[in-house]
């Protein structure tokens, strides 16, 4: 019996050693995923956000260019995804670095900072269409880095 005690256990005590570095390595590479997919989440919501500015503001320009008022409800539906856009973007500028990385939380300080500018146009017109650029720029910025970040080519 003793024998067969002696033979087995190194036999056990590997499986048992393999088993607890298996799970370590598997909870690991799961909690690393997870990240990721937070990561990504938050960039997606960025990026979303930052096109539903950008509609909404050449859905603005159109309207001005064509020289009429959208319909009340197209108004109301474009206020709600411009506020709700705007509110997707100042939670990533607070959340910051936690999610996205440092280059992109610049990024998006630094969209908030032109932005704010664009509210010394002259006209509604060239607020707008500053605003666009602003956009453009912060969107070229932030799929960038999220590519980088996220390790995507």
């Known amino acids: 019996m003793y024998d067969l005690f002696v033979k087995l256990l190194p036999g056990l005590l590997i499986a048992i ?6 799970v370590h390595l598997s909870l690991r590479r799961f909690h690393s995923e997870q990240w990721w997919i937070r990561k990504a ?3 997606s ?14 859905d603005q320009m159109e309207y001005i260019e064509m020289h009429q008022d ?22 990533a500028v607070n ?19 032109e ?13 707008l269409s500053a605003k666009v650029r ?4 912060a969107l070229r910025k932030i799929k960038t880095q999220a590519k980088k ?5």
């Open 17 to 22: 050693i393999t088993a607890i570095v298996t």
């Open 70 to 91: 959208p319909s009340e409800d197209k108004e109301k539906d474009l206020q709600k995804k411009l506020k709700r856009a705007s509110e997707e973007i100042r939670q």
């Open 134 to 137: 602003c956009v453009n720029k």
């Open 45 to 58: 919501n960025i990026v979303k956000s930052l096109h539903q500015v950008k509609v909404y503001c050449e």
């Open 149 to 153: 970040d996220l390790g995507v080519k």
């Open 115 to 127: 932005m704010e500018k664009t509210k010394n146009e002259p006209s509604f017109y060239e607020y």
């Open 41 to 43: 989440d938050s960039y």
């Open 95 to 113: 959340i910051g670095s936690f999610f996205i990385s440092q280059e992109a939380e610049m990024a998006m300080l630094s969209l908030w900072d």
